[in-house]
């Protein structure tokens, strides 16, 4: 009896420590086919830091590159490598006094606030007084942004006037963040009218897309001289939007006066995008109302902020449930159109536009030939960073 007894003591360990080390290599396994694994440890392998990846010669405190941060630091639950690449950006940036290098508040440049998102993350994870001053900078940029005659954020002192899609994503879920977790529910009006005056200046009647921006003066080359609007729906331009909805709701008030137009606001331009999906690949073109015109092409980052919009959105109530097989099909198709293999063995997210602006100098006039000429990047920031939110979204 004793000599079966102490077989049973030494065979259940053998048995329970070989379930479990099969359990974790199962586990590894499913995190290294993990399409956000995946994308995430490209960057990193291409390079050992964000400050100049994608061979960027010169350090830029950019929300592009923060953004990406961003989404790779929501894999530090697998390993801390992942939320170690996001800080080291961030600190080369911000000393320890909480001052913020290669920024200027006075160019009063929306896109600078989007980093602000990462600072908030590593003050509740560090404590770490130097970030909250750094917030607090941005904020004091945005309580004195200049603005329209209806409120709105300029996008950029040097684009007087002019609302653009991209700024909303800039800095509302940022201000909706800040409003939460320090206690400042003033801001949740503010982020709150920029989504609505925007849409509404910026909306086209017919088709229900949205212009990439919006002149209130009408003064630009770039704008029609009655509405104001600019000439053509850019994808990425209603991507940064889109994401700006789901990500704001996450923080908005349950009982805030705008939370049921917001989403509606969701709803309302999400249907006018599957209007204009191209029919073969479910994906989106550069010039979303185009797909027919020459030049034209299915472009990458924003079928990628789409799909991360629409997954966020259906499962969190915003959106309809077909939202949800809608994101999983084209998630599946930017794999098989838009992914390649890479001589390093990580794979190429190709097809991103590598930017489009209006105005400014050489100046930018915003017509057809304008955006689908514009340079395309393999895996720039704006389109592997909503990638990997969408993949992580799915559970890809």
């Given at each position: 009896?004793?000599?079966?007894?102490?077989?049973?003591?030494?065979?259940?360990?053998?048995?329970?420590?070989?379930?479990?080390?099969?359990?974790?290599?199962?586990?590894?396994?499913?995190?290294?086919?993990?399409?956000?694994?995946?994308?995430?440890?490209?960057?990193?392998?291409?390079?050992?830091?964000?400050?100049?990846?994608?061979?960027?010669?010169?350090?830029?405190?950019?929300?592009?590159?923060?953004?990406?941060?961003?989404?790779?630091?929501?894999?530090?639950?697998?390993?801390?490598?992942?939320?170690?690449?996001?800080?080291?950006?961030?600190?080369?940036?911000?000393?320890?006094?909480?001052?913020?290098?290669?920024?200027?508040?006075?160019?009063?440049?929306?896109?600078?606030?989007?980093?602000?998102?990462?600072?908030?993350?590593?003050?509740?994870?560090?404590?770490?007084?130097?970030?909250?001053?750094?917030?607090?900078?941005?904020?004091?940029?945005?309580?004195?942004?200049?603005?329209?005659?209806?409120?709105?954020?300029?996008?950029?002192?040097?684009?007087?006037?002019?609302?653009?899609?991209?700024?909303?994503?800039?800095?509302?879920?940022?201000?909706?963040?800040?409003?939460?977790?320090?206690?400042?529910?003033?801001?949740?009006?503010?982020?709150?009218?920029?989504?609505?005056?925007?849409?509404?200046?910026?909306?086209?009647?017919?088709?229900?897309?949205?212009?990439?921006?919006?002149?209130?003066?009408?003064?630009?080359?770039?704008?029609?001289?009655?509405?104001?609007?600019?000439?053509?729906?850019?994808?990425?331009?209603?991507?940064?939007y889109l994401m700006a909805l789901v990500d704001v709701l996450d923080f908005l008030p349950e009982n805030h006066p705008d939370r049921a137009q917001i989403i509606q606001i969701l709803n309302d331009v999400s249907e006018a995008l599957l209007k204009v999906e191209d029919k073969k690949?479910?994906?989106?073109?550069?010039?979303?109302?185009?797909?027919?015109?020459?030049?034209?092409?299915?472009?990458?980052?924003?079928?990628?902020?789409?799909?991360?919009?629409?997954?966020?959105?259906?499962?969190?109530?915003?959106?309809?449930?077909?939202?949800?097989?809608?994101?999983?099909?084209?998630?599946?198709?930017?794999?098989?159109?838009?992914?390649?293999?890479?001589?390093?063995?990580?794979?190429?997210?190709t097809n991103i536009c590598g930017g489009c602006g209006l105005g400014g100098n050489p100046y930018r006039n915003g017509d057809y030939d304008y955006y689908i000429n514009e340079t395309r990047i393999d895996n720039d920031p704006k389109g592997v960073a909503p990638f990997i939110m969408?993949?992580?979204?799915?559970?890809?």
């Amino acid at each position: 009896m004793r000599y079966f007894t102490t077989c049973i003591c030494i065979v259940l360990p053998i048995i329970f420590f070989t379930k479990c080390n099969s359990d974790r290599k199962t586990s590894e396994t499913d995190q290294d086919s993990m399409w956000s694994v995946k994308l995430a440890d490209a960057v990193i392998s291409r390079s050992d830091s964000l400050i100049h990846y994608n061979n960027t010669p010169d350090a830029r405190w950019e929300y592009d590159f923060a953004y990406l941060g961003l989404a790779i630091d929501k894999l530090g639950n697998i390993n801390s490598k992942y939320s170690e690449y996001m800080q080291a950006y961030i600190d080369f940036f911000v000393d320890e006094e909480g001052n913020i290098s290669h920024y200027d508040i006075n160019e009063y440049n929306l896109d600078r606030v989007n980093p602000g998102k990462n600072l908030i993350i590593l003050y509740k994870r560090t404590g770490n007084i130097k970030y909250k001053i750094a917030i607090e900078t941005l904020v004091r940029q945005v309580e004195s942004q200049p603005k329209n005659n209806l409120d709105g954020f300029w996008h950029k002192q040097v684009y007087p006037n002019q609302m653009w899609l991209d700024g909303i994503f800039m800095a509302s879920p940022f201000l909706a963040q800040y409003a939460k977790e320090f206690n400042k529910p003033e801001w949740f009006d503010v982020v709150t009218h920029q989504i609505k005056l925007i849409y509404e200046k910026t909306r086209d009647t017919e088709t229900g897309l949205l212009y990439h921006a919006w002149d209130e003066s009408k003064e630009q080359q770039w704008c029609n001289k009655e509405t104001g609007q600019s000439k053509h729906f850019w994808s990425r331009a209603t991507g940064w939007y889109l994401m700006a909805l789901v990500d704001v709701l996450d923080f908005l008030p349950e009982n805030h006066p705008d939370r049921a137009q917001i989403i509606q606001i969701l709803n309302d331009v999400s249907e006018a995008l599957l209007k204009v999906e191209d029919k073969k690949t479910g994906l989106w073109y550069q010039v979303l109302d185009m797909g027919d015109s020459e030049g034209n092409y299915i472009e990458g980052s924003g079928s990628a902020m789409f799909i991360y919009a629409f997954a966020k959105g259906a499962k969190n109530g915003y959106l309809d449930a077909k939202y949800l097989a809608i994101a999983e099909s084209c998630f599946n198709s930017i794999i098989d159109t838009l992914i390649i293999n890479g001589p390093d063995g990580f794979p190429v997210f190709t097809n991103i536009c590598g930017g489009c602006g209006l105005g400014g100098n050489p100046y930018r006039n915003g017509d057809y030939d304008y955006y689908i000429n514009e340079t395309r990047i393999d895996n720039d920031p704006k389109g592997v960073a909503p990638f990997i939110m969408a993949a992580l979204e799915l559970q890809k």
